[in-house]
C-alpha cells in the first residue's frame, strides 16, 4: 500500500545526486513532498520533475527556492566554498522570510584543531584546514539565527556499501594497491542508513539545534579500517601506514547535550554488520 504523503512538509535537499543526498531524499520521499538538486548532467534525474539541476558558481538558489518553496531544506552539498557560503546566506534570508527550516550537514572537521579530546556539541569550534574553516563559516550563519530555524548536523566519516570510501578500499583490493590508514587517528564513525534514520526523525519531532551524529565509541583509524577489510572478505590487503602526528590525534564528534533517543544512536560495529549485508 502507498504511504500517503505527509503535508505538513515540502522538503528541498541540496546535491540530492550525492552519497548522502540522495540516501536522504530516498528516506524521506515516500513520507513527503520531497524535491532535490544535482550538478552533474544526469538523463534519470532530468526526466525525475523533483529533481532540479543547480550549479552553486552559476545558478541562483533563489529561483529553485521560489519553485519549490520548501519548509525544510536540507544541505548536503559539495563545491567551491565561496560560492556555499553565499548560497547558504540567501538560504538563510529565505528561511526567515517564510518561517522554514535549515537542516546543514557538516563536520567533525570544524574541531580539527584540536587534537587532544573529543568534541561535544557546546565546545567552541577550532579548525586548521580549508574544509573546517568554510563548515565554520556556515555554522556561525546559523548560530545567529533564531535556534528554531536550524539544525547543524556534525559528522564523522559516514560509510556505507554506496559510499565512496568502500567503492574505493574494495577497488584497492582488487587492484592489489596500498590503503592508506591512519594508526594515530581516533575517530568515531556513522552509517547512511542510520544517518538518514536521524535526520527522518530530526524533521518529523521539529528539532532543533547542534547534533553530534556519530556512533558512542570511538576507534583507531587503522584498527577500523583493517576490520572494514576483513568484513568484505579480503585476507591479504597491502595498508600503508600515514603519521601525521606523533602522537594520538582525536577527530570525533560525541553528543551529550543534544542525544538522539537510543534507537537512533549508533556503534561502530553498525558500520561493519551495514557491510555484511
Ligand atoms: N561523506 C562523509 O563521510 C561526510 C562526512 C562529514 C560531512 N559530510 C558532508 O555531507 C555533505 C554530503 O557529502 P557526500 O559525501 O554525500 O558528498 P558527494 O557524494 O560528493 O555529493 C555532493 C553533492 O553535491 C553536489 N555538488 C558538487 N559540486 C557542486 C556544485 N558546484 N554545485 C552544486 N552542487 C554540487 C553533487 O552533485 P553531482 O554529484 O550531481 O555533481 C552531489 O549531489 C557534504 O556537505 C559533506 O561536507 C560528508
Redesign the pocket.
Known amino acids: 500500500m502507498k504511504q500517503e504523503i505527509d503535508k505538513k512538509h515540502r522538503i528541498l535537499v ?10 536522504i531524499y530516498r528516506e524521506l520521499c515516500s513520507y513527503f513532498n520531497t524535491y532535490g ?4 548532467d ?1 538523463y534519470s ?1 532530468d526526466k525525475n520533475q523533483h529533481y532540479f539541476q ?6 541562483d538558489i533563489f529561483e529553485i527556492l521560489e519553485i519549490v518553496k520548501p519548509t525544510v531544506i536540507v ?6 566554498f565561496s ?1 556555499q557560503v553565499i548560497a547558504h546566506a540567501h538560504i538563510c534570508e529565505y528561511v526567515i522570510a517564510n518561517n522554514a527550516k535549515l537542516l546543514f ?5 570544524v574541531f580539527d584543531a584540536y587534537s587532544k579530546f573529543p568534541s561535544y556539541e557546546l565546545d567552541k569550534t577550532l579548525s586548521h584546514s580549508m ?1 573546517g574553516h568554510f ?1 565554520i563559516k556556515i555554522e556561525n550563519m546559523l548560530l545567529r539565527m533564531p535556534k528554531k530555524h536550524i539544525a547543524i548536523i ?6 556505507g556499501v554506496q ?3 568502500i567503492k574505493e578500499i574494495k577497488a584497492f583490493l582488487k587492484e592489489g594497491l596500498p590503503i592508506e590508514v591512519f594508526p594515530n587517528l581516533v575517530m568515531n564513525v556513522t552509517t547512511e542508513t542510520k544517518l538518514t534514520q536521524q535526520i527522518h526523525y530530526i524533521i518529523n519531532r521539529n528539532k532543533s539545534g547542534v547534533f553530534h551524529l556519530g556512533s558512542s565509541d570511538l576507534v583507531h583509524h587503522d584498527d577500523f579500517i583493517k576490520e572494514v577489510i576483513e568484513t568484505l572478505g579480503a585476507t591479504k590487503p597491502i595498508l600503508k601506514n600515514v603519521y601525521t602526528t606523533n602522537e594520538e590525534r582525536y577527530l570525533a564528534v560525541l553528543a551529550k547535550e543534544n542525544k538522539l533517543p537510543k534507537h537512533l544512536q549508533l556503534e561502530s560495529d553498525a558500520v561493519l554488520k551495514e557491510l555484511e549485508v
Open positions: 541540496l546535491g540530492a545526486s550525492g552519497f548522502i543526498g540522495e540516501a538538486t544535482y550538478r552533474t544526469n534525474f543547480y550549479n552553486v558558481l552559476e545558478d544541505s548536503a552539498l559539495r563545491g567551491n560560492a550537514l557538516s563536520s567533525a572537521n574544509y563548515k556534525r559528522l564523522p566519516m559516514v560509510f559510499s565512496p570510501r
